[in-house]
């Protein structure tokens, strides 16, 4: 079965923004070359916190388990690709083959994680995936023969693709390959949705009792949904990596990230891949993108000195999202587009 | 006509409380046997136990001449043991039809699922009319035959069900009870947990009485039904 209308139409528009935005950013870039602002390269970010956020969702929207440490699992994915590209390691893949593996690595760390874990319910799996995302962060950081510790792994390569070079001066490139990929994830988390998994991880959230009575395999179920969510965080961690050609410090990773994919999740709505979307657009977007060209604006126009830190709007960030999230859960809980009414989750017509 | 299912010893405890302390009961193939008592006399674990939802301290279960001790509880629903849980618990915002498609998780042939869908609605037509509704806009009666339906979806040799008649208006409770008599005519094997024992043990054939976690009394449903211990206790006469 579809999803509803209003859904599909709301996916679409997206996508054409999408598409649309970095010709209309290089006409106005081209029109006006000291004025403007560079959004294209933020924006990927937007991209790669999708991704992440979808992973979460799969995780805590589909199957109802409270994830804290989905930061962890990114810097698994980050790392991996770091290890498995930089120079100065013997693997020196390139791009694609190095975020297969990462997207590997994740879900066998996510199963790692998930096998003596699953069974424990509600808030136990919470703290428990607390702390891995503090264990690993430390993990990083003290095992330095390794992982550099706080200096980070780099330089790492960007993609490949036949014909053309990616490089940092030219973000266009880098932005619609992202795009593609997280079309695909988007695609991929729809077919998970209405897949059978999909079908065991509804009837778990909703209720799991009545799960297990159905014969469903709740504990195997809740791992895969977990390994998935592992994986797909692993893989917004190799394109950030790759993004910032270095894995950047183990404290990129914190519990700050994990709970700001939480925050899309929530903000977009619960289990809703469109919802997670809008919620990614609106965050990343907002905070990534919107603040620092209005403190761009600002200063070029000589309104706010750099020297005001309450003029500078990127300072405001983290109360403006604390108020936006009490607004939302005092209006509109169910996030901004939730799951359609009556989920057609189980399957085809007859 | 040997046992379909045997229970021997069974013992169960959540934490210190002892729920269960002897349980020991048959149902033979093709019986409507029935389990009465009082609330929190222990059924629903019975029940549970069994599904092997419930981890159990002591005791032997058997189905079909298999020990259920290490069979883990998503494995019992496909080895033809199901059971319409207490307070129906179907998926409110899922639809009739995918409700019944839930029941069917562990399926894989299509055609005999869509056959045994059409079975389930010539014993509940009311969940044909409604099935692209969801099911929680059902009335409670209408939802305990939707999760009477839901579980013959995984086509069972055994069904159990925890306290059908529980909060339903009694024209509904009368409809739900000849479904189970109908079921019965067609060869199915039914372990009736009720409160309401009367209404119980005119459908069963036999019938156990639990009180405090202990099996105390069994017997053929009309020799309990006329045991003045069962009407004192049970019947209110
Ligand atoms: N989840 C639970 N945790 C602790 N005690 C429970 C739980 N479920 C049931 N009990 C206890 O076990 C006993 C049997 O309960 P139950 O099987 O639900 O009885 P019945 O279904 O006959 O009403 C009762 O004393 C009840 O309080
Ligand atoms: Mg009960």
């Given amino acids: 079965m579809k999803s509803p209308r209003r859904v599909r139409w709301v996916e679409w528009a997206l996508l054409a923004a999408a598409l649309a935005i970095p010709p209309i950013n290089w006409f106005w870039m081209r029109m006006d070359p000291a004025g403007a602002h560079d959004f294209v390269g933020p924006l990927r970010q937007v991209l790669i916190y999708a991704v992440l956020a979808l992973g979460l969702n799969i995780v805590t929207g589909f199957t109802g388990l409270l994830h804290l440490g989905m930061a962890a699992f990114m810097a698994v994915g980050a790392y991996a690709y770091g290890i498995l590209t930089c120079e100065i390691y013997p693997f020196q893949l390139s791009f694609w083959p190095a975020l297969g593996a990462s997207a590997l690595i994740g879900t066998v760390a996510g199963l790692l994680l998930g096998a003596p874990t699953m069974a424990l319910r509600g808030d136990y799996l919470a703290i428990v995936t607390l702390g891995f995302g503090e264990i690993v962060q430390d993990v990083l950081k003290n095992l330095d023969d390794i992982t550099q510790g706080t200096q980070g792994i780099n330089p790492l390569p960007g993609p490949v693709v036949p014909g053309y070079a990616f490089n940092s001066q030219n973000a266009m490139p880098w932005y619609y390959l992202y795009l593609g990929i997280l079309v695909l994830v988007v695609v991929g988390c729809r077919n998970l949705e209405w897949s059978r998994p999909g079908r065991a991880w509804l009837a778990i959230r909703v209720d799991e009792l009545a799960a297990r009575c159905m014969g469903i395999p709740v504990v195997r179920q809740k791992m895969l949904a977990f390994a998935a969510g592992a994986a797909l965080a692993a893989i917004a961690g190799a394109m ?21 994919a939480l925050c899309i999740v929530i903000v977009g709505g619960m289990g809703s891949i469109t919802g997670v979307l809008v919620g990614a657009v609106a965050m990343i977007g907002f905070a990534n993108v919107l603040l620092p060209m209005l403190a761009g604006q600002l200063q070029a126009r000589g309104l706010v000195s750099q020297a005001n830190v309450f003029g500078n709007p990127n300072n405001w960030k983290y109360l403006i999202f604390g108020l936006v999230l009490v607004l939302m859960m005092r209006f509109r809980p169910q996030g901004l587009l939730p799951r359609a009414g009556a989920a057609r989750a189980a399957g085809k017509s007859p | 006509m040997s046992a379909l299912l045997s229970v021997q010893g069974l013992r169960a405890r959540y934490g210190a409380v002892e729920a269960l302390r002897e349980v020991s009961l048959e149902v033979r193939a093709g019986e409507i046997v029935t389990l009465i008592g009082a609330n929190g006399a222990g059924k629903s674990t019975t029940l549970m136990c069994l599904s092997r939802v419930k981890s159990i301290a002591a005791g032997e279960i058997t189905f079909e001449g298999r020990s259920l001790n290490e069979v883990p509880a998503h494995r019992v629903v496909g080895l033809g043991l199901a059971q319409v849980p207490e307070g ?86 009368a409809r739900i009870f000849d479904a189970v008599k109908r079921l019965k005519n067609e060869g199915m094997t039914i372990l009736l947990v009720e409160q309401n024992a009367r209404a119980a043990l005119r459908l069963a054939d036999r019938g156990y009485v639990i009180e405090t976690g202990r099996i105390v009394l069994s017997d053929r449903a009309p020799a309990l039904l006329e045991n003045p211990r069962v009407q004192e206790a049970y019947l209110g006469e």
């Fill in chain 1, 240 to 260: 950030m990596a790759s993004m910032l050609t270095s894995t950047g410090e183990p404290a990129n990773y914190d519990f700050q990230v994990s709970i700001l």
């Fill in chain 2, 88 to 173: 129906r618990r179907i998926f409110p915002r899922l639809t009739v039809f995918e409700n019944l498609e839930m029941g069917a998780y562990l399926r894989r042939d299509r055609d005999g699922v869509a056959k045994d869908r059409a079975h389930v609605y010539d014993l509940f037509p009311v969940l044909r009319e409604r099935s692209r509704q969801a099911g929680g806009t059902l009335s409670g009666g209408e939802q305990q035959m939707l999760a009477i339906g839901r579980a013959l979806m995984s086509r069972p040799r055994l069904l159990m069900m925890d306290e059908p008649s529980m909060g339903i208006a009694p024209i509904l409770v």
